[in-house]
């Protein structure tokens, strides 16, 4: 009964790096209830904001293609400060190609675009043992 309490009352810290408002709002609305989010409107902002929560992130939500730096550059980064924490990559391009290189930058896993509630909820769950939608 101690461990459903605390998977209930479990609220990961999910970083969400997204330039288009209304996809970070369909993330929000999808993962909202059950997660507290932090959002960056670019790479640059992405880095900056895993640098003041790299202890309480549990995962990253990154786009591929953002002004300023893009989620590719940002991982790059990250990961040579963090090799573990799961990092979920959202493309609009479904290309081999682009995943490939997603994951060579860093990336845990590849979502293509438009993200869809259960394949979101699906991903993270494999991240996230203990969230429960």
Do not use: H
């Not at 003041?52 to 990253?60: C, F, L, Y």
């Not at 509630?117 to 969230?131: G, N």
């Amino acid at each position: 009964m101690e461990t459903e309490k605390l998977s209930e009352d479990y609220r990961p810290l999910i970083l969400v790096a997204e330039d288009d408002e209304s996809n970070f709002k369909l993330i929000k609305a999808i993962i909202g209830k059950k997660c507290d989010i932090l959002w960056a409107k670019n790479g640059e902002e992405m880095v900056a904001l895993f640098k003041e929560n790299r202890d309480k992130a549990e995962a990253i939500l990154m786009d591929i293609k953002m002004p300023i730096m893009n989620g590719l550059d940002a991982t790059v980064i990250i990961r040579q400060d963090n090799g573990t924490l799961p990092i979920i990559m959202q493309t609009a391009y479904a290309f081999t190609t682009d995943r490939e290189k997603a994951m060579e930058c860093g990336a845990s896993e590849v979502l293509v675009k438009p993200i869809t509630l259960s394949a979101l909820r699906t991903c993270l769950s494999r991240y996230l043992p203990k969230l429960v939608w």
